[in-house]
């Protein structure tokens, strides 16, 4: 794997599985505190009052951040084979290269072929502190595959099934083959307020924070912190 050793892969992984429980809520605050107090910094990466004012995380916790990020994968950057690797580790029992790939490219937001520390600390800092409004706006444009600003039916599917795929045989076969499809049409029956065939960002903005499911899911990335 170029950029990083065998060494940077397995350290990286590491912390990356530490910040998916962050994400996912089944890291506890204590544990992150705990974390936070027993890591001695060591490295200041430039810009780092930059990033305080652009991001919610404290000088502290940007520090501790950086200190794995960067400790980890020497390189620092990370590209889109070392994210599949780590996802292909959440999800042994699924395929999880399809998800990963478009995850990479949501945190790749230049585009350039690799995520940068400045790339993933601002994305975390939107998933996890971020207001509803930003964070909706994250996962716009996460579903939003080519950029056009539109999300279409075939751009919901390609999502929801890297999904499906992704949690292999905890979603197979228990779900039916269609429920993918299902689920898509279900969306844009909801979204789709003029039925033109696109969900635009305005709608769904408009439609999310009217499903009092979905807030409370994203309710969740706040309650970890």
Known sequence: MSGCSKRCKLGFVKFAQTIFKLITGTLSKDKIEDELEMTMVCHRPEGLEQLEAQTNFTKRELQVLYRGFKNECPSGVVNEETFKQIYAQFFPHGDAST????????????????????????????????????????????????????????????????IYDMMGKYTYPVLKEDTP??????????????????????????????????MRSLQLFQNVM
């Open 99 to 162: 998800y990963a790939h478009y995850l990479f490219h949501a945190f790749d937001t230049t585009q350039t072929g690799s995520v940068k520390f400045e790339d993933f600390v601002t994305a975390l800092s939107i998933l996890l502190r971020g207001t509803v409004h930003e964070k909706l706006r994250w996962t716009f444009n996460l579903y939003d595959i080519n950029k056009d600003g539109y999300i279409n039916k075939e751009e919901m599917m390609d999502i929801v099934k890297a």
């Open 181 to 214: 499809r299902q689920h898509v049409d279900v969306f844009f029956q909801k979204m789709d307020k003029n039925k033109d065939g696109i969900v635009t960002l305005d709608e769904f903005l408009e439609s999310c924070q009217e499903d009092d499911n979905i």
